[in-house]
């Protein structure tokens, strides 16, 4: 306990260092103490300042996400809308007319229009591909999350289920050859055909593995009360199917700059765009991971 010389002689110098003030003492134990105690406060507002910055950047990356998913939902059942295709001739009448309005018309019309007579492939992976992207937006949301636990395990379950049906509408396109390849003329189609069969085949066979593998991971870790590693994988699964969209978008930029007139253009525009969505989105998902862990991290401190 301090006498009162003690205080009378306490000396004590404020030297301004942004936000944090040193407090000098004559004292060497109690020098040391406030120093360790300044350093706990310059690296506990680095912290602060830091999880401000990630809480930032993953509130843009999830209005991204959720702006991506608006537009798969909106791919899905609005226009093209390929899930009802061959079902209505009014959708028939309404697809080549936006085409023709949009200047769209050098696009191959069998990009929609191939999955007609294919029933199977359109209540299997193209219209759940809608719930499943519609599921996101709620899914990721901490406060959905927080007041309606109960609803969120549920969707949960229908998320992740519609992965395993859209993973298998996946199989049944490439047992019927429905893959963009076989969409262009024949001339076009048939350049080095065996060997882009085969890379896009053995491309789509790794990355609906993936798909499937990080949700049933992810599954996995729920029940066994794995939350973070839970929040990872469901991530990682996001970032595995949501470059469909991503990839539509990138095509779309394409064909405005012009970059894809003819037939051979649009092929390699489409398919340089795939790759590119699929490099973003992984990518783009494990940095969330990242900024995740570094907020888990700075919780603790």
Excluded at 37 to 63: G, Q
Excluded at 278 to 294: G, M, Q
Aim: overall charge positive; some cysteine; hydrophobic content about 45%.
């Amino acid at each position: 306990m301090k006498t009162e010389t003690d205080i009378r002689d306490h000396r004590l110098h404020k030297f301004d260092s942004g936000n944090e003030y040193y407090q000098v003492q004559p004292n060497s134990n109690m020098l040391d103490k406030t120093e360790a105690n300044v350093e706990l406060c310059a690296r506990t507002n680095f912290l602060c300042l830091s999880d401000f910055n990630d809480r930032k950047i993953l509130k843009h990356l999830y209005c991204t996400a959720t702006f991506l998913c608006l537009y798969m939902v909106s791919w899905i059942l609005i226009f093209p809308s390929s899930w009802i295709t061959g079902h209505s001739d009014i959708h028939y009448a309404y697809y080549h007319k936006v085409m023709k309005l949009m200047n769209l018309t050098k696009i191959p019309p069998q990009f929609v229009t191939k999955y007609a007579g294919h029933t199977l492939v359109q209540f299997t992976h193209n219209l759940p591909g809608a719930l499943w992207a519609g599921a996101i937006p709620f899914q990721l949301n901490p406060d959905v999350r927080r007041k309606y636990p109960r609803l969120h395990k549920v969707t949960g379950y229908l998320f992740l289920g519609t992965s395993f049906l859209m993973s298998y509408g996946i199989i049944v396109i490439l047992a019927r050859q429905l893959t963009f390849l076989h969409d262009f003329p024949i001339n076009v189609a048939t350049e080095n055909f065996n060997f882009e069969f085969w890379c896009v085949n053995l491309s789509v066979i790794s990355l609906t593995c993936w798909f499937v593998f990080t949700a049933f991971t992810a599954i996995s870790k729920i029940r066994s009360r794995d939350y973070q590693s839970h929040r990872n994988f469901i991530v990682r699964h996001i970032g595995s199917g949501i470059w469909v969209a991503l990839q539509r978008i990138i095509f779309g930029m394409c064909n405005i700059a012009g970059l894809s007139e003819s037939p051979h253009e649009i092929k390699y525009s489409f398919k340089a765009a795939a790759c590119a969505g699929v490099v973003i989105s992984v990518l783009t998902s494990e940095f969330v991971i990242h900024l995740l862990k570094r907020q888990e991290f700075a919780l603790k401190q």
